[in-house]
Structure formats: structure tokens, C-alpha cells
């Protein structure tokens, strides 16, 4: 099988994986930088091209879309599923998963459970906005976060309301959650191939810190999460549409609530943790023939 790997940088460790699995695995992998793919649309006619030379005979695609290239990116990859190429994770379900208040809205409407979340635009309904969610303490997340850079807990209704009107001056866009005390700083990453959670691991805050991101100072260590975790996260996965995800997961006393689904989930830290073959699993599915977007045909001339 021809696979090529949607990714930015071949020295990352994920990239390198998934090329080293296909390789171990009898196919002939590639890796494609999103950016430097171009396109032709014509009616019914989908050509890309790659420095210089057509790209053809590519019969799956691994995409490894970085959130700052999510736009272009993801036209790359729908350029590739209109060529009739396999991928696990389709274009939209990774836009569905990139747009977080999307993302709760979906996973919410299919009862899937997640801390409550208000979000709002202007300043004036700041305090009904902030009632709707209920007591402090709260975590206000800008929407853009990651690595736990953008996410802060406001103890009190003040700082609530300090934190949000100084974001607002800044343009920025957040959601407000409310607090799950009870996970103590922890968290689930359940890793989802397919319909089956095939890694789990488990990151602590270090003392004195909420957040349980690995470049906050966490620390991961494989777990094999309940049936409730994975059930929550295979349905979360297909609910947005996607063949391959991280979900993470905060315990709390009612259950198991998604906090994110990421559509690009590194590999070193959950190959780490569980000492398992992630990487081999995706292109095993992949290569099991993860189901084409239906190439869209253009209307014949009469
Ligand atoms: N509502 C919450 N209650 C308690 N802890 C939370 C809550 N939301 C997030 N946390 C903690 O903060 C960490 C970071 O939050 P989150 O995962 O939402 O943001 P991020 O890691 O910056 O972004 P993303 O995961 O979307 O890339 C979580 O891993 C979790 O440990
Ligand atoms: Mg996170």
C-alpha cells in the first residue's frame, strides 16, 4: 500500500513513527508537507501537485495537521479524499473536533457528558452568563489553548469576572467551565483506533497545579481505564467522525466527562506510557481500509 503522512516536520517523533510502523509493515510511506501541496479544482477533476510533480497512486492518507495550519491543511486532505484517498480521520471530523464550542455542542447532543461550559460574546451579560454556569471556582479556557497554556482557574466570582473582561480587551475567544475538584488534578488520555480504546494513560498534576498537561510539569503512567471511560470514548470519537483520536477524560463524581478530543494525538507519550505499539495499530487500520469519503462526481455534460 502506497501511504503518505500529512505532517509538517519528518523529524517529529510521531511522523517518524507512523513512517517506521508502515515501513516494518510492508508499505511504502511518504510524508507530506500540507503546505507545500497544491491543488487543482476543476468540475468532476481533482489534481495535487507536490514540488514540482503530480502526486497519484496514494491509496491512504495519515494527516498530522498542526492546529496552525488546520485551514489549509484540511483542504489538502479533502483535495486528497475527492481523489478517491482512504484516511482515517476525514477533513471534517477534523474541523469538528478543532471547533471546540462545535465539538461540545455535538458531543453534548449526543449525551455525551462534559463539564458544563457557558460561553457568550458581550461584556454586559458577563454576570448572567457566569450565574448560568453556577458557583465559583471556574476554569476559563481560551479556545485556542494547548499544553495547558490558556487555561486558568478563577476561585472566586471577582477573579471570574476580572479574568473575562481582561480577555475580552484582548479579543480573545474562551469558554468558561465549571470545576471538577474531585479529579485532583488528573486525567485520562484514552487513545481510540478504530472502535477500540487501544492505550490509556493516566497524567498527574504536579502539587499545588490543576492542570495535568505533560509541559506543565505532569506526569503519565499507562492505565487500563474502565468500561464507562471507553465506552465514553469511542462514542465520543464517532461522533465527530473520526478513526483515530486522544480523548481526555477528567473523573468525576458523576462519571467520566470529556474535556477535548484531539484528532492529531501525539504518539511518544502514550507509546511511553502503555509501552505499546501505537503507531502499528494506526496503520494496521489504516491499511484494513478505513472507509473512503465518497469521491463527489461532477455533473456530465449533456
Ligand atoms: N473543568 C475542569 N476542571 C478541572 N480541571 C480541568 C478542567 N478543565 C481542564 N482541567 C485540567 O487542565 C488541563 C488542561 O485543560 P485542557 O485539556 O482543556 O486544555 P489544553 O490542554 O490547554 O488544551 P487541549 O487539550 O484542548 O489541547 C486538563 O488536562 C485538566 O487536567
Ligand atoms: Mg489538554
Known amino acids: 500500500m502506497k501511504l503518505a503522512i500529512l505532517s509538517r516536520n519528518t523529524s517529529l517523533y510521531s511522523t517518524r513513527r507512523l513512517v517506521e510502523a508502515a515501513r516494518e509493515q510492508g508499505h511504502t510511506a511518504r510524508v507530506l508537507?500540507?503546505?507545500?501541496?497544491?491543488?487543482?479544482?476543476?468540475?468532476?477533476?481533482?489534481?495535487?501537485?507536490?514540488?514540482?510533480?503530480?502526486?497519484?497512486?496514494?491509496?491512504?492518507?495519515?494527516?498530522?495537521?498542526?492546529?496552525?495550519?488546520?485551514?489549509?491543511?484540511?483542504?489538502?486532505l479533502r483535495q486528497f479524499e475527492l481523489m478517491g484517498t482512504c484516511t482515517p480521520n476525514p477533513s471534517d471530523?477534523?474541523?469538528?473536533?478543532?471547533?471546540?464550542?462545535?465539538?461540545?455542542?455535538?458531543?453534548?447532543a449526543e449525551g455525551i457528558h462534559m463539564p458544563i461550559t457557558v460561553f457568550g460574546d458581550n461584556p454586559d451579560?458577563?454576570?448572567?452568563?457566569?450565574?448560568?454556569?453556577?458557583?465559583?471556582?471556574?476554569?476559563?479556557?481560551?479556545?485556542?489553548?494547548?499544553?495547558?497554556?490558556?487555561?486558568?482557574?478563577?476561585?472566586?466570582?471577582?477573579?471570574?469576572?476580572?479574568?473575562?473582561?481582561?480577555?475580552?480587551?484582548?479579543?480573545?475567544?474562551?469558554?468558561?467551565?465549571?470545576?471538577?475538584a474531585e479529579?485532583?488534578?488528573?486525567?485520562?488520555?484514552?487513545?481510540?483506533?478504530?472502535?477500540?480504546?487501544?492505550?490509556?494513560?493516566?497524567?498527574?498534576?504536579?502539587?499545588g497545579e490543576f492542570r495535568s498537561n505533560l509541559h506543565r510539569g505532569g506526569t503519565a503512567v499507562g492505565v487500563k481505564p474502565s468500561?464507562?471511560?471507553?465506552e465514553v470514548a469511542i462514542r465520543a470519537t464517532r461522533v465527530l467522525g473520526l478513526g483515530v483520536a486522544g480523548v481526555d477524560l477528567i473523573r468525576s463524581d458523576r462519571g467520566p466527562l470529556v474535556l477535548e478530543v484531539n484528532a492529531s494525538p501525539g504518539l511518544e507519550g502514550i507509546e511511553t506510557a502503555s509501552k505499546k505499539d501505537i503507531a502499528g495499530e494506526i496503520v494496521r487500520f489504516v491499511a484494513g481500509g478505513c472507509t473512503p469519503v465518497k469521491a463527489v462526481r461532477g455533473r456530465r455534460k449533456k
Open 33 to 76: 508537507d500540507p503546505l507545500r501541496c497544491y491543488m487543482r479544482i476543476a468540475c468532476g477533476d481533482f489534481a495535487m501537485h507536490y514540488k514540482g510533480r503530480p502526486l497519484t497512486g496514494v491509496d491512504a492518507v495519515i494527516p498530522r495537521i498542526g492546529a496552525s495550519v488546520t485551514r489549509y491543511g484540511t483542504a489538502v
Open 93 to 108: 471530523a477534523i474541523l469538528r473536533a478543532r471547533d471546540k464550542l462545535r465539538a461540545h455542542q455535538l458531543l453534548a
Open 125 to 180: 451579560d458577563t454576570g448572567d452568563l457566569l450565574r448560568l454556569l453556577g458557583a465559583s471556582p471556574h476554569v476559563i479556557k481560551l479556545t485556542e489553548s494547548s499544553q495547558g497554556t490558556g487555561v486558568i482557574l478563577a476561585e472566586k466570582p471577582s477573579a471570574s469576572r476580572g479574568i473575562i473582561e481582561a480577555l475580552r480587551g484582548l479579543y480573545a475567544n474562551f469558554i468558561v467551565q465549571e470545576f471538577i
Open 183 to 207: 479529579a485532583k488534578g488528573a486525567d485520562v488520555r484514552c487513545f481510540v483506533v478504530g472502535d477500540r480504546v487501544i492505550a490509556a494513560m493516566r497524567r498527574q498534576a504536579p502539587a
Open 227 to 230: 468500561a464507562d471511560e471507553c
